[in-house]
């Protein structure tokens, strides 16, 4: 599918690791987020950018380092992060901040 | 913030019955309340939402219901198939856009043949 795409899908990392989530989007949106996705939690909204500017950052800790060095590409940068992280990370884009959402596929990361 | 609840968590249908998932939220300046589905592996999709200007709006076979008043919405499947099945979210805020979701915790629903 095209659109917006997550890399990797799966991934696993020790709590000393440094590793990198990749999302890109393909629809010319100018506004992108990641979100956190647990079990029986609601969906978790982590970050928020707008033209490559962060607006919004919910109290995230700073184990999780988000980068947008355009406005197709988002990243999450990890590291020293705790088993209870394991999630689905979502990474989404809109037209604009007030436009409807599209998610990418995710990516399933396990914290051991 | 916002506070949105949702029921139930689990819900099985026979195929072509109704299947109905409820919302309230709490925070009485929220006007928009979309409705996402995930299937088994795959990513959220928006497949209807509404506005506070509005009661009721369909799609098809899917529907949803806003009552401010008593700060509740619902979605409605009708004639449910196995396709259907999936995990389905609402969410509420006070613009209409991403930035400011509230999703509740979900609803499996599973059709069954």
């Known amino acids: 599918e095209t659109g917006v795409t997550q890399t990797p899908r799966h991934l696993v990392m020790g709590m000393t690791n440094k590793k990198s989530l990749k999302c890109e989007q393909h629809?010319?949106?100018?506004?992108m987020y990641w979100y956190k996705q647990s079990a029986k939690k609601p969906l978790e909204l982590m970050f928020v950018?707008?033209?490559?500017?962060?607006?919004e950052n919910n109290s995230v800790p700073s184990r999780f380092s988000p980068e947008c060095p355009n406005s197709s590409h988002l990243f999450l940068h990890l590291h020293t992060l705790q088993p209870e992280d394991s999630a689905l990370y979502l990474c989404?884009?809109?037209?604009?901040?007030?436009?409807?959402?599209?998610f990418g596929q995710g990516t399933r990361l396990t914290v051991v | 913030g916002e506070n949105v609840e949702q029921h139930p968590s689990t819900l099985s249908v026979q195929e072509g019955d109704s299947a109905v998932i409820k919302c309230t939220y709490s925070?009485?300046?929220?006007?928009?309340f979309p409705w996402y589905k995930q299937e088994l592996g795959k990513r959220p999709q928006l497949i209807i939402d509404?506005?506070?200007?509005?009661g009721e709006k369909k799609d098809q076979r899917i529907a949803v219901t806003l009552n401010k008043t008593a700060k509740h919405f619902s979605l409605h499947i009708t004639e449910t198939q196995p396709e259907d099945s999936a995990v389905y979210f609402c969410?509420?805020?006070?613009?209409?856009?991403?930035?400011?979701?509230?999703f509740g915790t979900g609803t499996r629903l599973t059709v069954i043949p």
């Open positions: 925070d009485s300046a929220s006007n928009y």
């Open positions: 989404a884009s809109s037209q604009s901040i007030s436009g409807e959402a599209f």
């Open positions: 629809l010319g949106h100018n506004a």
């Open positions: 969410a509420a805020s006070r613009s209409a856009g991403a930035n400011n979701l509230f």
């Open positions: 950018y707008s033209l490559e500017e962060r607006v």
């Open positions: 509404i506005r506070s200007n509005v």
